[in-house]
């Protein structure tokens, strides 16, 4: 059974930074894409930020310049690094990763940015 689990969530002031961080487990043969989601109260889960096993990685404009995805192979480990932040960045973050060739959730780490 292959689990993801993030950490690194918590309460920060606007400006701050925060390092989520995915680590997936089990029986693992290959990960190919890597990302992170968040889901704001009221809203739908949107993507942030993806990473392919090459390192080529995707944005969305929201957090673009702030956030950095990036990830450790040899660890099976994704990371978000999160500068900057604002209250609107306030989501519950999901960890997703293709595990030998299907799809994979975390359960979500609370990211709470007060003004």
């Known amino acids: 059974q292959v689990r993801l689990v993030e950490s690194g969530g918590g309460l920060v002031q606007v400006g701050g930074s925060l390092r989520l961080s995915c680590a997936a487990s089990?029986?693992?043969?290959?990960?190919?894409?890597m990302g992170w989601y968040r889901q704001a109260p009221g809203k739908q889960r949107e993507m942030v930020a993806s990473?392919?096993?090459?390192?080529?990685?995707n944005y969305a404009d929201s957090v673009k310049g702030r956030f950095t995805i990036s990830r450790d192979n040899a660890k099976n480990t994704a990371y978000l690094q999160m500068n900057s932040l604002k209250p609107e960045d306030t989501a519950v973050y999901y960890c997703?990763?293709?595990?030998?060739?299907?799809?994979?959730w975390g359960q979500g780490t609370q990211v709470t940015v007060s003004s």
């Open positions: 089990g029986i693992i043969r290959s990960i190919n894409d």
């Open positions: 997703n990763a293709y595990v030998n060739f299907l799809g994979y």
């Open positions: 990473i392919t096993s090459g390192g080529n990685t």
